[in-house]
């Protein structure tokens, strides 16, 4: 998607070690007409498909896929970060790694919102090695609902989890799938 | 705002203490229509006044202050809540305490992100005893930009914090303003 592409040129900050931050627009502070741009993509990328719900992770997950959710015009779930491994009967949940934040989340969703055979697009502003996406298909799994794709807002494709996703089945749409960065002003995409 | 409300009465679940839980609809599983209505809502309110920026906090507040955000033509910028007391010279915080979860929390937002004298318009779902509101006015204070006012979704009108903050001065504007609520099927509204 060549606006996101060029926003992140434009307005990405990338440090060493692969870290690209998009604070200016995309997980601090938001481009509300971005997000609804996503959101077109994504509804356009999955024409045809049905989709009776839209799941993410808070809280950088949940500005574009409230866009998304309204494109489609289904509800929205976002699964919650609890710091506690406190798990109660009402509840799935599973375990996310942050390599970012270098912590364990237990995240979770009330059961009575993800159900059986509900058609679930997930939505997700990052990519790497693909704990969060892997987490809430567990999540979807454990509710036997469908996963129908993924929608990422920047893959970086030259780590792991995109690739292994794929290769199991899953139907993966990123609008920017970074092949390599070094430095603030050599940043190639796929 | 009568659709709040009576979505509210619809959906929503009233426990003892008068802890009201709106997980259905407004801030785990979320209605992106309902969002919409809202943001719409307070574009109608706040009309004649300048709003550069639309401010909010993690989570919940990011789905309603992004549609909002949509509709002013204007960013959003969420503040970040952080378990450490780690401050850094480039970020505005302020301690919020969570009488929901019982905890402290250290919140942030980048200064480059709030500047001196850009009008902010405050969004957040809940306001009962101020507390979340307080920290968001403090963080513009810091940054000596101009609060416009606030848009509330639920306001607990028999908790101090909305009289406190409009004694101040603060404009403060919720779509559902409960008077009193006992039990399941008796809420009043102001």
Not at 11 to 16: T, V
Not at 140 to 156: F, L, N, S, W
Request: hydrophobic share 40%.
């Amino acid at each position: 998607m060549k606006i996101l592409e060029d926003r992140i040129r434009k307005d990405g900050d990338i440090f060493e070690d692969n870290v690209l931050k998009v604070s200016g627009f995309l997980n601090h502070q938001i481009d509300p007409v971005l997000m609804r741009d996503m959101a077109l993509e994504w509804k356009e990328l999955y024409k045809g498909e049905k989709v009776d719900k839209i799941l993410t992770i808070e809280a950088s997950g949940i500005s574009m896929a409230t866009m998304t959710a309204y494109e489609f015009g289904v509800p929205l779930l976002f699964a919650k970060k609890t710091k506690t491994t406190n798990i109660s009967d009402n509840v799935y949940s599973t375990l996310i790694k942050s390599y970012t934040h270098q912590i364990v989340y237990n995240v979770q969703v009330e059961k009575r919102f993800l159900e059986k055979g509900e058609n679930i697009l997930i939505i997700d502003d990052f990519l790497a090695r693909g704990e969060a996406l892997r987490g809430l298909i567990n999540l979807c799994d454990q509710a036997e609902a469908h996963v129908v794709g993924c929608g990422i807002a920047v893959e970086k494709a030259f780590q792991p989890g995109g690739q292994e996703l794929r290769q199991k089945g899953y139907r993966i749409e990123s609008l920017a799938r970074i092949k390599s960065m070094n430095g603030q002003n050599n940043i190639e995409f796929c």
